[in-house]
């Protein structure tokens, strides 16, 4: 016990572990294990390069300021576009990863541009859909009840609190869209 | 091509994209055959990574056949079978050439912490990832590397995050003969820490989590003593009692953001998402569970904001706090021995394959713990 110089004895020998679990201590020197040294140079990584071609831009790439410069390869998924796109630029041009302000602001993004992308889905031919999206039908096919009750799970305290996060914005903005039309409603009719 | 695509927090649907292009003489265009939803998918499916953009395709575990290759690309040929890190690494930096490739300096323009990541958002570079038929792949000559024949499909996709990060974790503990190892969390990540905690040389291995199916395969995977943590009033006494009020020497985090079991911690950090580093539930219990002097690895995934972490007993207990994202590459040959030996074995985690056409219904079963998951694999039609 950590009262006295020893530790407390572990059950099995080392002996023992070897002959029952395959390939105990087949790593057992810390000197040889492939991390044990962080910084350890090379040989061949694989570069025939000291600094990699630059990929070509297609719209000026937003970058993290705390880079000094556009790094030569980079994503170009979903350009940044819309509302949600202006409030990411500014995150990028302004703040850098040390600040709160940054991450705040694409936080933000990230909610004006699922919503941006909810309401223009309702001009297209596929609407965004919250039964088929959330795969929330496999509850039924994939022993929804039995895989959570009596099995102690933890997330049961907090479920209840599932339906409100994911389909509270939707019925909040329902509320909004009709308290809007009713105030134009009675509005024109006063 | 048919691609996941993210619709918002808690909603995906399938698409159809373009074909991705080579925009870099070093990229390759491989054709997807099998690709992994992994723990950390759900960070970006829940909403809890910043800059997770709509029509962004998720998955960053797989393996595929090459399609096509840049001007500049040598060591990869059309037709190639491969398996890709999920790390996107330059190989030139001073990070890559110091065996640091998952904090490549040269592909993630968005933020500087971290490399860049397939399909993991902006946050890691605003690549589109591999939950699709055909993914671009940076860099071709670097991270990729040929399939041994003699390796299965399971174990090779298995191989570019779970298996490697499982077996880092261990590593990251610093282990040495008879260390008691207690692993936080019994996903692919866990348990794969605890096999290789025995590698190391540990006296005894002990993994905690909520759910008893998990836990059961902890047992018959890992060989590992197992606790839910539901069944304790506290945990972390429960580990100083199961220690002789020593504590555990080494303590592995692979639960991350979302780990629950602390109603405060998880609601504010999980759903209300007030917390923006997630919820250090695990994180916390790890620093109190180990012995004075211990030592800390972290693999489970973090946002980039704050979360209230106990730095007060992290300090006081002169603990040591090892973290990364796993340089994959660099597991790997001594991986592959240890597959081909048998003493790792990640395709027996393996529990679910979704088509690709019923993505939505495998984010579903793995995020909610549905039909005993532990590691879903998502089949391209295209394979």
Same mark, same amino acid.
């Given at each position: 016990?950590?009262?006295?110089?020893?530790?407390?004895?572990?059950?099995?020998?080392?002996?023992? #572990?070897?002959?029952?679990?395959?390939?105990?201590?087949?790593?057992?020197?810390?000197?040889?294990?492939?991390?044990?040294?962080?910084?350890?140079?090379?040989?061949?990584?694989?570069?025939?390069?000291?600094?990699?071609?630059?990929?070509?831009?297609?719209?000026?790439?937003?970058?993290?300021?705390?880079?000094?410069? #556009?790094?030569?390869?980079?994503?170009?998924?979903?350009?940044?576009?819309?509302?949600? @796109?202006?409030?990411?630029? #500014?995150?990028?041009?302004?703040?850098?990863?040390?600040?709160?302000?940054?991450?705040?602001?694409?936080?933000?993004?990230?909610?004006?541009?699922?919503?941006?992308?909810?309401?223009?889905?309702?001009?297209?031919?596929?609407?965004?859909?919250?039964?088929?999206?959330?795969?929330?039908?496999?509850?039924?096919?994939?022993? @929804?009840?039995?895989?959570?009750?009596?099995?102690?799970?933890?997330?049961?305290?907090?479920?209840?609190?599932?339906?409100?996060?994911?389909?509270?914005?939707?019925?909040?903005?329902?509320?909004?869209?009709?308290? @809007?039309?009713?105030?134009?409603?009675?509005?024109?009719?006063? | 091509?048919?691609? &996941?695509?993210?619709?918002?927090?808690?909603?995906?649907?399938?698409?159809?994209?373009?074909?991705?292009?080579?925009?870099?003489?070093?990229?390759?265009?491989?054709?997807?055959?099998?690709?992994?939803?992994?723990?950390?998918?759900?960070?970006?499916?829940?909403?809890?990574?910043?800059?997770?953009?709509?029509? &962004?395709?998720?998955?960053?575990?797989?393996?595929?056949?090459?399609?096509?290759?840049?001007?500049?690309?040598?060591?990869?040929?059309?037709?190639? /079978?491969?398996?890709?890190?999920?790390?996107?690494?330059?190989?030139?930096?001073?990070?890559?050439?110091?065996?640091?490739?998952?904090?490549?300096?040269?592909?993630?323009?968005?933020?500087?912490?971290?490399?860049?990541?397939?399909?993991?958002?902006?946050?890691?570079?605003?690549?589109?990832?591999?939950?699709?038929?055909?993914?671009?792949?940076?860099?071709?000559?670097?991270?990729?590397?040929?399939?041994?024949?003699?390796?299965?499909?399971?174990?090779?996709?298995?191989?570019?995050?779970?298996?490697?990060?499982?077996? +880092?974790?261990?590593?990251?503990?610093?282990?040495?003969?008879?260390?008691?190892?207690?692993?936080?969390?019994?996903?692919?990540?866990?348990?794969?820490?605890?096999?290789?905690?025995?590698?190391?040389?540990?006296? /005894?291995?002990?993994?905690?989590?909520?759910?008893?199916?998990?836990?059961?395969?902890?047992?018959?995977?890992?060989?590992?003593?197992? +606790?839910?943590?539901?069944?304790?009033?506290?945990?972390?006494?429960?580990?100083?009692?199961?220690?002789?009020?020593?504590?555990?020497?080494?303590?592995?985090?692979?639960?991350?953001?979302?780990?629950? $079991?602390?109603?405060?911690?998880?609601?504010?950090?999980?759903?209300?998402?007030?917390? $923006?580093?997630?919820?250090?539930?695990?994180?916390?219990?790890?620093?109190?569970?180990? /012995?004075?002097?211990?030592?800390?690895?972290?693999? $489970?995934?973090?946002?980039?904001? +704050?979360?209230?972490?106990?730095?007060?007993?992290?300090?006081?207990?002169?603990?040591?706090?090892?973290?990364?994202?796993?340089?994959?590459?660099?597991?790997?040959?001594?991986?592959?021995?240890?597959?081909?030996?048998?003493?790792?074995?990640? /395709?027996?985690?393996?529990?679910?394959?979704?088509?690709?056409?019923?993505?939505?219904?495998?984010?579903?079963?793995?995020?909610?713990?549905?039909?005993?998951?532990?590691?879903?694999?998502?089949?391209?039609?295209?394979?």
């Amino acid at each position: 016990m950590a009262y006295t110089p020893q530790k407390p004895p572990i059950a099995e020998s080392s002996d023992a #572990l070897r002959e029952r679990i395959s390939g105990w201590g087949v790593d057992l020197d810390p000197k040889d294990r492939p991390s044990a040294r962080r910084l350890v140079f090379q040989e061949n990584t694989g570069a025939h390069w000291q600094f990699p071609e630059r990929q070509p831009q297609k719209w000026p790439r937003e970058r993290s300021i705390e880079h000094k410069f #556009l790094t030569p390869v980079f994503g170009t998924a979903c350009p940044p576009k819309g509302l949600s @796109g202006t409030i990411r630029r #500014l995150a990028y041009a302004r703040y850098s990863e040390g600040q709160s302000a940054h991450w705040l602001l694409l936080v933000l993004a990230d909610r004006v541009d699922a919503w941006e992308h909810h309401l223009t889905s309702f001009l297209t031919l596929r609407p965004d859909n919250p039964i088929t999206e959330t795969g929330v039908l496999s509850e039924f096919t994939r022993h @929804g009840l039995s895989s959570r009750f009596g099995q102690h799970r933890a997330d049961l305290k907090h479920q209840w609190l599932d339906p409100i996060v994911v389909a509270g914005p939707w019925l909040a903005a329902a509320w909004l869209v009709f308290s @809007g039309a009713r105030k134009l409603v009675r509005r024109a009719q006063s | 091509m048919r691609a &996941m695509v993210y619709r918002g927090p808690y909603k995906i649907r399938v698409e159809e994209k373009d074909i991705p292009a080579i925009e870099h003489p070093n990229d390759a265009i491989v054709r997807v055959t099998l690709a992994a939803i992994c723990g950390s998918d759900l960070h970006m499916y829940h909403g809890a990574m910043p800059d997770t953009r709509i029509g &962004m395709t998720f998955g960053h575990e797989f393996i595929g056949v090459v399609e096509q290759v840049g001007s500049s690309v040598q060591n990869l040929q059309v037709g190639d /079978r491969v398996m890709v890190p999920f790390n996107i690494c330059c190989g030139s930096c001073w990070y890559c050439t110091r065996g640091l490739y998952s904090n490549c300096n040269n592909t993630n323009a968005n933020h500087y912490a971290v490399g860049g990541i397939y399909g993991y958002s902006h946050t890691a570079g605003g690549y589109d990832g591999a939950q699709s038929e055909y993914v671009r792949v940076p860099f071709a000559d670097v991270g990729p590397t040929l399939i041994p024949d003699w390796m299965s499909d399971e174990d090779a996709v298995l191989l570019t995050d779970a298996a490697p990060t499982g077996y +880092f974790g261990a590593q990251l503990g610093d282990i040495v003969e008879g260390d008691v190892v207690i692993v936080f969390g019994a996903g692919p990540v866990g348990l794969l820490a605890a096999r290789s905690a025995w590698l190391m040389g540990a006296g /005894r291995v002990i993994v905690i989590d909520h759910l008893d199916y998990r836990l059961e395969k902890a047992r018959e995977f890992a060989q590992a003593e197992t +606790f839910n943590f539901t069944e304790y009033r506290d945990i972390v006494l429960e580990m100083k009692k199961q220690t002789d009020f020593f504590g555990a020497d080494v303590a592995i985090e692979a639960v991350g953001a979302e780990a629950d $079991g602390a109603f405060f911690q998880h609601v504010t950090a999980s759903k209300l998402k007030l917390q $923006g580093g997630g919820s250090p539930v695990a994180l916390n219990w790890a620093i109190d569970s180990v /012995r004075k002097g211990g030592t800390i690895s972290v693999v $489970g995934g973090f946002g980039p904001l +704050f979360s209230n972490v106990k730095m007060g007993d992290l300090m006081n207990k002169g603990l040591t706090l090892h973290s990364n994202q796993t340089p994959v590459k660099r597991q790997w040959p001594r991986l592959f021995e240890h597959v081909r030996n048998g003493y790792l074995k990640p /395709r027996e985690l393996v529990t679910h394959r979704f088509p690709l056409e019923h993505i939505t219904e495998g984010y579903h079963v793995f995020s909610s713990k549905l039909d005993g998951c532990i590691k879903p694999l998502v089949v391209p039609s295209a394979a």
